[in-house]
């Protein structure tokens, strides 16, 4: 199952890919949020 996170999710640890670039980022902690894509500023990802 593929589930979209957005900017401001709070999905927890873990690795997510960027639905436009394909740029993953990482999450270290729980409270974490996602913030845009460092590469294009798309705000949409899947879960890596
Ligand atoms: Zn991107």
């Excluded at 999710?9 to 894509?37: H, N």
Aim: with cysteine; hydrophobic share 15%.
């Amino acid at each position: 199952m593929t589930k979209t996170i957005k900017c401001g999710d709070q999905p927890g640890p873990g690795r997510y890919v960027c639905k436009k670039c394909g740029k993953s980022i990482r999450l270290e902690t729980a409270d974490e949020k996602i913030y845009p894509c460092p590469l294009c500023q798309y705000c949409e990802y899947k879960q890596g």
